[in-house]
């Protein structure tokens, strides 16, 4: 399954944690090898910002995964650009896992939702 991995530049992996009453706490490396054993995950796609996309790819890498980068054209499109990216995203992927964000990551959200893709909000604010 080819999943976006998504949310915001200031995503700090190492201060997330989720919690569920089967499981117990989570960071966010447990979250999606947890999720990569139920999806099995065969590409990783993300926007290449810092935050959760750099720890999307460092996630992919470590578990030798294939990842496809889609970089925003800031300087063509200005601040068109992330919604473009995200739309070409959205456009290759079968699944979303969003992690905390800001706006870009509901754009992402909203995105995904309307290509019907199979979507995991991790973002309490989403």
């Known amino acids: 399954m080819k999943v976006i991995i998504a949310g915001g530049r200031d995503f700090q992996p190492s201060e997330y944690r989720v919690f569920s009453w089967s499981t117990g706490h989570r960071d966010a490396h447990k979250v999606l090898d947890l999720l990569h054993k139920h999806m099995k995950i065969t590409e990783v796609v993300c926007g290449g910002a810092k935050g959760a996309d750099s720890f999307g790819k460092v996630w992919a890498e470590e578990n030798s995964i294939p990842v496809k980068m889609f970089m925003a054209n800031w300087g063509r499109f200005g601040r068109g650009a992330g919604p473009i990216?995200?739309?070409?995203?959205?456009?290759?992927?079968?699944?979303?896992?969003?992690?905390?964000?800001?706006?870009?990551?509901?754009?992402?959200?909203e995105r995904a939702g309307a290509k019907k893709l199979a979507v995991i909000n991790l973002d309490e604010e989403g």
Request: hydrophobic share 45%.
């Open 85 to 109: 990216r995200n739309k070409a995203m959205a456009d290759c992927a079968d699944a979303l896992i969003a992690f905390p964000g800001d706006r870009g990551t509901r754009d992402m959200l």
